[in-house]
């Protein structure tokens, strides 16, 4: 693609501003066909876009004639065209603008902070219009999702009626009283800063005062009213009122469908949260019964280890009975005449007769008796007259029949200790 000079470089940048096109390749290519003559091609383009614009006319006053009103309707008519014809004199012939190339340093809410301001300042006596403090896209999102018409104000300070339009039209009571009773959104902003120079590009307003309609239609936000020129409260706010007349059937629609998704979506939450309950009740009887089958395994497994505890201190009580019987001393024979006769009452109510020497140990004793298949495992003898446990094992294990008092024939007790 060849080079371009300095002079077509500017001529690219102003087509570019003046007609809204975004693509520079699209705008060369214009430039191109018209021999770089801007003035032509911003005609020819501007000529041949289809614009769906509705424009404000005067409305014929009670009383006026016929000649009056036509005198007004050729007076605003060329007035705008007057006013248009110098507005795109002037674009072509002042520098592009670089705000709208980005390079601006305020932000759009900051914009739009300093025109209300303004506005206050200069017109805002008595009647302040409750213009929305925020950028346009804000605005138009807010307008969107609260399903409110939003009137749309382009400021151009330099424009012979501005001043009347803003004093007796913005400021009136009727009109203000109207948007609030209405529940309308009221943004505006000068086109001198970015803020309003990209709504002015966008909206591609002829003269001014501007006025615009967006409403939301289908899904998006568009523009439904264009209001150009000078126009008293008393006929801006039944053209107004017609727009929300023609409009609402769409706002309507919007709403039902709103209303119905969010009854499904309720219905849906409503559903989701009983199956989550139920899913969770169900989570949770698992839970229980998980935990109820874990313990139930835990206490099995518990009463299979004490069973088997049990039983390996069964075999080991076998095997020591196996090897304490070898340790038992011999009965003395009958005519023994110093043997210790020994009357034993098991808890079991079997009674055991055995004889000991005087010098057997009392562990010989407890031998015998545990050695016995109806002994228990765990046991103490004691004897009653007088009462005392012999100590048959530990310290006192030793200790001989002779020396712990037991002569002749003795009654002896066995208490099980596990009973």
Known sequence: MEELE???????LQFQELTGIEELAECRTILQRHNWELERAVHDTLTNRDH???????????????????ISLVYNLISRSIWSAFGVFWRLIRPPDRRSLGSNSSSPIEDVKQFIENFHTRYGAEVRP?????????????AKQELKFLLIYLHCQDHQNTDPFCRETLCSVLLNEYLRSANWLLWGCDVSSAEGYRVSQALRENSYPFLAVAVL???RMTVVSRYEGHVQPEELVPLLRNVVTENEMSLIAVRAERNERSQTNLLRQQQDEAYQESLLADQEKERRKREQ??????????LREEEEERQREKEAIARRKIDLADQIPPEPPTDQA???HLVIKLPSGRRLERRFLPEHKLQDVFHYVFCHPDSPDQFEISQNFPRRVL????DGANTSLQEAGLGGKQALFVTDLEA
């Open 52 to 70: 769906a614009v509705e424009r404000w006319l005067p409305v014929r006053a009670p009383g006026q004639g016929l000649l009056g009103y036509i």
């Open 6 to 12: 300095g002079s077509q470089v500017e001529k690219l």
């Open 338 to 340: 110093n043997a210790v």
């Open 391 to 394: 100590q048959c094992q530990g």
């Open 293 to 302: 089958q874990q313990a139930l395994e835990e206490e099995q497994a518990r």
């Open 130 to 142: 409750a213009f929305w403090r925020s950028s346009y896209s804000q605005a138009l999102a807010v």
């Open 217 to 219: 239609r289908g899904h």
